[in-house]
C-alpha cells in the first residue's frame, strides 16, 4: 500500500539557510499535517491543512511557513535556520479530519541538521 | 490544555512476558486515541486507533483499552518478542479539526 513520502530524508544546511522540506501524503488523503521531533522528545505538533487550507496551527515559528498544494502535496518552507531546528521533521496524512476514525499515517521524516 | 501522560517511561522485560502500557489524558473530552511505534531515528507506525466511542482495539497480540471517563488508556502486548523493541507512543485527538498531542512514550526492551 502506498505511504507517505517525504523528500529529503535527509537535509544538512548551515545557520541562516533556508530549508524546504517536501511531502506527498497518501493518495485520496486531504488532510497534512507537520511534526517537529527534537533529540529524545516526543512530536511537537507545527501546523496542518485540510482541503488545501490551513487548520490548525501549533508551535510553529514565525520563521517557518507551509503550505498545500492543489494536488495536496505540502511543503514546509524553514528559513533562517537556526542550531535549535536541528530535529526530525514528519508529515502525517489523513482521509478526512473530520471524521472520528480518523487515522494519521506518518511519513520516514526528514532530519534536518543545522551546522 | 491536553496534556498525556506515559507510564512506565522504560520497561524491560524477557522474551514471552506479557505487558501492560499506560497513558492517561486530563481532558476525557477526546475524538480519538492512536498508539504507535516508533523504532530509533525512524517513524511512526500506526497500530491502533481507538474511537472514543470505542472500549478496545485489538490487532494481533495487541490489544488496546479506553476508559474515556478516567482518561486511561492502555496497551497490552501479549508473548513479548524481541521485535517488539521500539517506544511506545500514546496520542489523543481532542476534535475533529485538532492535532494529536504525544506523550512522552515508553520506550519497551525485551531480551531474549
Known amino acids: 500500500a502506498a505511504g507517505v513520502i517525504q523528500s529529503p530524508r535527509h537535509l544538512i544546511k548551515e545557520k541562516r539557510e533556508t530549508a524546504t522540506l517536501k511531502c506527498y501524503p497518501i493518495p485520496r488523503h486531504d488532510t497534512v499535517y507537520w511534526y517537529q521531533q527534537g533529540p529524545g522528545q516526543d512530536p511537537q505538533f507545527l501546523i496542518s491543512f485540510y482541503e488545501k487550507m490551513q487548520s490548525d496551527k501549533g508551535s510553529i515559528p514565525d520563521r517557518f511557513s507551509a503550505q498545500q498544494f492543489s494536488d495536496y502535496h505540502s511543503e514546509l518552507n524553514m528559513s533562517s535556520l537556526e542550531l535549535g531546528d536541528s530535529a526530525l521533521y514528519f508529515c502525517a496524512s489523513s482521509l478526512s479530519a473530520r471524521l472520528a476514525l480518523d487515522e494519521q499515517y506518518f511519513g520516514p521524516g526528514t532530519r534536518l541538521t543545522v551546522t | 490544555k491536553q496534556e498525556v501522560t506515559q507510564i512506565p517511561a522504560a520497561l524491560s522485560v524477557p522474551e514471552g512476558e506479557n505487558l501492560v502500557l499506560n497513558c492517561s489524558f486530563t481532558?476525557?473530552?477526546?475524538?480519538?486515541l492512536q498508539w504507535f511505534r516508533q523504532d530509533p531515528g525512524k517513524g511512526l507506525t500506526s497500530l491502533l486507533l481507538?474511537?472514543?466511542?470505542?472500549r478496545e482495539q485489538t490487532s494481533g497480540r495487541l490489544n488496546a483499552s479506553l476508559d474515556k471517563s478516567s482518561g486511561r488508556s492502555t496497551l497490552y502486548i501479549a508473548a513479548s518478542q524481541p521485535g517488539d523493541s521500539a517506544t511506545y507512543l500514546c496520542?489523543?485527538?481532542?476534535?475533529?479539526?485538532?492535532?494529536?498531542?504525544f506523550g512522552k512514550g515508553t520506550m519497551l526492551l525485551v531480551s531474549p
Open positions: 481532558d476525557s473530552a477526546i475524538y480519538n
Open positions: 481507538i474511537q472514543s466511542s470505542q
Open positions: 496520542a489523543v485527538k481532542n476534535s475533529g479539526y485538532s492535532t494529536l498531542t
